[in-house]
């Protein structure tokens, strides 16, 4: 309950309603993992063209899958996901899906 105030010297009782959020929008990730045998030019190319990028992004995608080993490179359901993580793999570059974490 929460106090509002009507008139100066005269409160009422209010009560609040809320709602729990209890679906997330996004809880799955799409993964890309560095390897030695694919180019920075054909994971940029992969980004644009699969997961619509812009040239930008994908250069700095990239760039932290070469330096971190891996990147979330996309949020989104799996439904929305699963496509594209096959596409790149047809491709022969590693990608998974991932469940995000609560934290």
């Known amino acids: 309950m929460a106090t509002q105030l009507n008139k100066p010297g005269n409160y009422e ?5 809320m709602e729990t959020l209890t679906d997330v ?9 560095n ?3 694919n180019s920075f030019d054909w994971v940029i190319q992969t980004l644009v063209e699969i997961c619509h990028h812009s040239t930008e992004q994908a250069e700095q995608c990239a760039m932290i899958i070469h330096t ?3 990147y979330a490179v996309k ?3 799996y439904e929305e996901l699963k496509p594209m993580c096959d596409a790149i ?3 022969g ?3 998974t899906i991932e469940v ?4």
């Open 13 to 17: 009782e209010t009560a609040f309603e």
């Open 25 to 33: 929008e996004s809880p799955y990730s799409l993964v890309v993992w």
């Open 35 to 37: 390897d030695e045998v």
């Open 68 to 70: 971190q080993g891996k």
């Open 75 to 77: 949020q989104g359901s």
């Open 89 to 91: 793999t047809d491709r």
């Open 93 to 95: 570059i590693g990608a």
């Open 100 to 103: 995000m974490s609560n934290s």
